[in-house]
């Protein structure tokens, strides 16, 4: 069990590692269980492993994104076919989580390009940011909910393309806004309340990550592809 919490309180995201000792050949699966409520408790009975009702009412299971190498046609050096250099998704998911700053890049009805900073969190499975309705990134994307966000660290730079999907349930809000202000400080639940803001998910599709320390720069870039439901 990997746990990427470094609060010293029970982990809010842990990657759980199942293996069947009865199969005939090793047989393993990794599993992302996430625990955006309270309830941090969980009970592991037998080899294949049960998580309590609480658990699942409390969170969400996910499957890693698949990685593979990006299609890269004038790469100096062309990428192997092994997948051992590849970045692991831990890695990603850790730029995600600790950016403070991010990109957003979306288009204008028009076609022209639009990039802007925003602050944002990445909470089950997906990115979250807010914004006002009468900016120019939220007047784009409700035209066109295609973006592309990056991290802060170019020289380590993680870039999740997706599609926006307006949230304005108020209990999501409410849950959103906690692990907002724990990230960022202060309380932005009443400064969203009074502009009549807008909080928006971003569903990954694809991210890519570059990393320019890694020992070998051609086999590390990572392309990581979301299976969509």
């Not at 047989?27 to 592991?44: A, K, S, T, V």
């Not at 288009?107 to 914004?131: E, K, N």
């Not at 900016?135 to 784009?140: H, I, P, Q, W, Y």
């Not at 592309?148 to 599609?163: P, S």
């Amino acid at each position: 069990m990997v746990s990427t919490h470094r609060a010293g309180q029970l982990p809010r995201r842990m990657l759980l590692r199942f293996v069947n000792p009865a199969a005939s050949s090793t047989e393993e699966n990794d599993l992302l269980l996430f625990f955006p409520g309270q309830q941090n408790e969980f009970i592991i009975f037998g080899p294949l492993a049960k998580m309590s009702a609480s658990i699942l009412a409390a969170g969400h299971a996910m499957l890693e994104p698949k990685a593979s190498h990006p299609y890269w046609p004038d790469a100096l050096d062309k990428a192997s076919d092994a997948t051992s250099g590849l970045k692991r998704w831990s890695w990603a998911l850790e730029h995600l989580e600790n950016s403070h700053n991010y990109w957003i890049a979306t288009s204008r009805p028009d076609g022209r390009p639009h990039l802007m900073l925003v602050w944002g969190i990445w909470w089950q499975d997906a990115f979250w940011f807010s914004t006002g309705r009468r900016t120019r990134k939220a007047k784009n994307l409700a035209n066109n909910p295609r973006c592309v966000v990056a991290t802060e660290k170019a020289d380590e730079a993680v870039i999740l393309e997706g599609t926006v999907q307006e949230i304005t349930d108020r209990v999501v809000w409410k849950q959103l806004v906690a692990v907002y202000n724990r990230k960022y400080g202060g309380d932005v639940g009443p400064l969203l309340e009074s502009s009549g803001g807008s909080i928006f998910r971003v569903n990954p599709e694809t991210v890519f990550g570059q990393d320019e320390h890694a020992e070998n720069f051609t086999e590390a870039v990572t392309r990581w592809t979301f299976t969509q439901p």
